[in-house]
């Protein structure tokens, strides 16, 4: 452990910060473009969280610590997910503190503070967000783990840099529990970053809104907080995702060179996964909110599916 | 064998009798707050705290025995220290110091039994688990264990002018009386026809396979009784909210968990080597009761029935793990059983301090709004900040969330699944990775039912006037809340550190420490060869830092301008605190996506009504299966027998007659 792998750790994390405002604004654009809407700037995301902290925080009367607290909360999480996570290289000091279920954890804990926070200040859709939210969690949040577990017997470890390396030296063949872990990993990050068919981040429609419905009273700085670290947590979800299903040309060493290859294919890598949510969204519907637990439990069965699958061909 | 003070096991033997003296003080001044709560309850803590540190002391040490003569003649007690012994004394004594401060201040006048009595039940309570800890043989350990069962009704029924508390606690002591009974026989075929009791006896009696699974077999009905193990939980859910808050603390975080230990003693020491198939009773049995009590959980609308349901969970992910152990020990996998035993009394652990903190947490609650109900309370986190804020790490860690205690012992669970796939035997060990499927999902429902007791009890707006005048925890509780809250921190911050306490344990039992690794002290390493990892302090302290610098950028940055206003809830101004979500809203989508779970009486008003009732009655499925047919069936048995019970004299002297006429013929 030296002093570069440290700089390429802090490197990581300050791309995932400053490069997750763009995937969000990538994905607007591109269901922009399919939808036949002129295309707002990649930007945009930017300009809100910037404009948002130049405002005054406006907080309700009877708003505790704990809501003034919480976005600080979920952006620290966020971030430090971002650390554990593997993006451009496997070689990561702070991964060491924690592994893929200890992620899961992370997740959770970013999720249970935006529910308390969400209930704090006592209005109906507060409460009713955050009861939504957790139902979605505590649905997504095992098929997650059973999408790690097959993914950890496979590479016979739960450190998720030693599981994007192990798998990116192997060549590519279709490995049918992976490819049931990646449809539910797929379900799983459509859910848990309020995407459609669970959740539109669009809308405005009280009744339907899930994880809007949690920032309603949030405004300012405290909002561009939350806003910045809904966006990290899609980056961390599409990171995760290439890390595990598509890890090829992920940097083993600090070259520069490879490092330099690495974030280069992160990018494309990205684009095509952001261009391909876009797909997902325009081309599904919203789901009624109860059926959003099917839709989960179906993730969920998926990610047993593929680790039965795994158990039954063995290695 | 050292004697004297040297020895741990006369030690411990002198703190639990200290805590029997204790006990009786309370008779001297019994109507005194003052004297038993001020004095008598602070020592009792004291002891606590000196008996877990003589208990770690003796973690390093060998086994010690000692035999006192008293009892009946010929029957001298035995007793004995060892690793398994200590590691749950540590959990009484530190766990049952923070709960015994609390109680200090808690205990008020005019509620029920009278304060000195309250004394004596509630130490001889603890002298008693600490005598189940110790014993070493059988008679011992049945006298301690009916000294724990009837103390601790007696503790149930404080409040015994109330009808709901007697039945209680009369399901209570029925259940626990049963398990007594399959625990008498289990131990009756143990000693495998040697006739001695002593525990010395079990391990080297030599059962034939049959006979070690009926003993097996007892075992987990009479310890699963008292754990409240699904089918047998029914008592749990009554006993725990009847019970003042403290001693709900003590019997959800301290005395389940001997009946782990008494799970554990059984299976793995005076049975000797398991059979690996007995472990997926306990296994499948813990899975089932982990997901129904967290689906009870999330329905409840009682704070202290919500804990007790929670349980019920905890106890089902502790034998799913006990189980899993078993399995691997069974066939020979003893790395993945160490692990996998270690993760189960990790939890145990874990679950004595969180559970504890929560339950105290509902006490102070309780004694601050004379309110249980969910659905009256909310918004206290203004009037009760200590207590609000104690109680959210309590909350945070049994959601299972890092870096808190909660997540390591099911890191570590979830770890020793990951071996399962290893187990030679087709299916099983392809259906056992399924457990830790299941396993997650009564983890995280966990979540969803600690956002809902947190959230309702303490945010929000106050759903009554009343909840107004609510005041914090005195002084003294919120030391005993500390205390606990303490402890979930530093058992999540250290895991290596209790894990090689824990490992003596594993070892006594001949399945030997985890593997040694290079690790630093702060990098808990548990299986090298797969390199997975987990540092708490790090993760904890990059969170910190992160959150620090966000919150001093943005000060810096931008301005920290704030206003306050009445809520925005988009715009729609006539905001009351009904329009929250209430407990039974937050539930909600648990019963709708569980209800074959659930047995579900609803009655709703028709649009015409004038004054429209809505009633919601969430019944225990297995309440109305199980127990109440067997009910019925016991009581048309009584019924038939009943003749017999003539109400003459002479009839039941011919009974006698007839009776001694028989065994005297059989005996000649």
């Known amino acids: ?315 | 064998m050292s004697h004297g003070l040297n020895s741990t096991l006369t030690l411990s033997l002198l703190l639990l009798t200290a805590w029997g003296m204790v006990a009786l003080t309370g008779l001297v001044r019994p109507a005194s707050i003052a004297f038993v709560g001020r004095t008598l309850f602070p020592l009792g803590a004291l002891f606590g705290i000196v008996l877990a540190i003589v208990a770690a002391v003796s973690l390093d040490r060998p086994a010690e025995r000692l035999v006192l003569p008293i009892g009946l003649p010929d029957l001298p007690v035995h007793l004995r220290l060892d690793g398994l012994s200590s590691v749950f004394l540590i959990l009484l004594g530190a766990a049952s110091a923070g709960v015994s401060i609390f109680a200090a201040g808690y205990f008020r006048k005019g509620e029920g039994t009278a304060p000195g009595l309250l004394c004596l039940q509630y130490h001889l309570f603890l002298a008693s688990m600490g005598f189940v800890l110790l014993a070493d043989d059988a008679y011992a350990f049945m006298v301690a264990w009916e000294t724990m069962a009837l103390s601790s009704y007696f503790l149930v029924t404080t409040q015994h002018r109330i009808p709901e508390i007697r039945r209680a606690g009369f399901l209570y002591l029925l259940i626990a009386h049963l398990g007594a009974i399959a625990i008498l026989l289990s131990f009756g075929i143990l000693q495998g026809g040697s006739w001695h009791f002593t525990f010395d006896a079990m391990r080297s009696a030599h059962l034939d396979s049959h006979w070690a699974t009926v003993a097996f077999c007892l075992a987990l009905i009479g310890f699963g009784a008292k754990a409240g193990l699904v089918p047998l939980h029914v008592w749990l859910p009554e006993a725990h909210p009847a019970a003042p808050s403290p001693v709900s603390a003590l019997m959800s975080g301290v005395m389940l968990k001997t009946a782990l230990y008494g799970m554990i003693r059984v299976s793995f020491d005076l049975l000797g080597q398991p059979v690996w198939w007995w472990g997926l009773v306990p296994l499948s049995l813990g899975l089932f009761s982990a997901l129904y009590g967290v689906v009870f959980a999330a329905a409840q609308t009682d704070m202290k029935r919500l804990l007790a349901y929670s349980s019920i969970e905890n106890i089902g992910i502790l034998f799913t793990g006990l189980g899993l152990a078993i399995v691997f020990a069974g066939v020979g996998m003893r790395a993945a059983a160490a692990l996998t035993l270690i993760a189960v009394i990790y939890h145990a652990m874990n679950h004595a301090f969180m559970k504890s903190l929560l339950f105290l947490g509902t006490g102070a609650v309780l004694h601050a709004t004379g309110e249980r109900n969910l659905g009256h309370l909310g918004g206290l986190i203004h009037r009760m900040p200590w207590v609000a804020w104690l109680t959210l790490i309590g909350v945070l860690a049994i959601a299972g969330l890092p870096p808190l205690n909660g997540f390591v012992s099911e890191w570590l669970l979830l770890q020793s699944f990951l071996f399962a796939y290893k187990v030679p035997h087709p299916f099983i060990n392809m259906l056992l990775p399924l457990g830790a499927a299941l396993l997650a999902l009564a983890a995280a429902l966990a979540g969803y039912v600690m956002v809902k007791f947190f959230g309702v009890i303490f945010l929000g707006q106050p759903r009554e006037r009343a909840l107004r005048h609510a005041h914090d925890a005195g002084l003294v509780e919120r030391v005993g809340l500390a205390w606990l809250a303490l402890g979930c921190i530093l058992l999540g911050f250290l895991p290596t550190h209790v894990i090689s306490l824990l490992s003596v344990v594993t070892r006594e039992l001949n399945l030997g420490g985890l593997p040694a690794s290079d690790a630093p002290w702060w990098l808990l390493v548990p299986i090298p060869e797969r390199q997975s990892s987990y540092a708490p302090l790090v993760f904890f302290a990059v969170i910190a830092i992160v959150v620090a610098l966000a919150i001093v950028s943005v000060r810096f940055f931008y301005h920290q301008r704030i206003r306050k206003g009445p809520a925005w809830d988009c715009g729609f101004g006539g905001l009351t605190s009904r329009m929250q979500d209430t407990a039974e809203g937050f539930g909600q989508p648990i019963r709708h996506l569980f209800q074959p779970f659930f047995a579900i009486v609803r009655e709703l008003p028709s649009p015409f009504d004038s004054k429209p009732k809505y009633r919601l009655e969430i019944g225990d499925r297995i309440w109305r299966v199980l127990y109440l047919p067997l009910g019925t069936l016991v009581r048309q048995v009584a019924d038939r027998v009943a003749w017999l019970q003539q109400g003459r004299i002479a009839t039941y002297l011919l009974y006698s007659f007839v009776t001694l006429v028989v065994l005297l013929a059989l005996m000649l």
């Not at chain 1, 591109?30 to 995301?45: D, E, G, T, V, Y």
Request: aromatic fraction near 8%.
């Open chain 1, 1 to 315: 452990m030296n002093v570069f792998d440290w700089i390429v750790q802090l490197l990581g994390i300050a791309l995932a910060v400053a490069a997750a405002p763009v995937l969000v604004g990538w994905v607007n654009q591109c269901r922009a473009w399919l939808q036949n809407k002129s295309a707002p700037s990649i930007l945009l995301p930017y300009r809100g969280i910037r404009k948002l902290f130049h405002k005054d925080a406006v907080i309700a009367d009877n708003a505790s610590q704990l809501f003034r607290l919480a976005p600080y909360v979920v952006f620290g999480t966020m971030v430090t997910a971002a650390a554990v996570i593997p993006s451009i290289a496997t070689r990561l000091p702070f991964t060491q503190a924690a592994d893929a279920i200890a992620l899961v954890g992370l997740l959770a804990t970013a999720r249970v503070f935006l529910s308390l926070a969400a209930m704090d200040v006592g209005t109906a859709f507060g409460t009713l967000g955050a009861r939504r939210e957790m139902m979605i969690g505590f649905l997504a949040e095992p098929a997650l783990l059973v999408v790690i577990f097959v993914v950890s017997l496979t590479c016979a470890t739960t450190a998720l840099p030693l599981i994007a390396e192990r798998l990116s030296a192997q060549s590519f063949t279709l490995n049918p529990s992976l490819a049931f872990t990646a449809v539910a990993f797929t379900m799983v990050l459509l859910a848990e970053n309020a995407r459609i068919p669970v959740d539109n981040p669009a809308t405005h429609l009280e009744l339907t809104m899930i994880h809007e419905a949690l920032l309603l009273e949030y405004s300012a700085r405290h909002l561009a907080l939350m806003e910045w670290a809904a966006a990290l947590k899609l980056f961390n979800y599409a990171c995760i995702g290439v890390a595990v299903f598509i890890p090829w040309g992920i940097a083993t060493s600090h070259a520069p060179l490879g490092l330099a290859v690495s974030i280069a294919l992160l990018g494309v890598k990205l684009l095509f996964a952001g261009a391909g949510l876009a797909l997902i969204e325009t081309l599904s519907a919203k789901l009624r909110v109860f059926r959003a637990p099917e839709f989960l439990a179906t993730a969920f069965l998926f990610a047993v599916l593929g680790l039965l699958v795994r158990l039954l061909l063995g290695d």
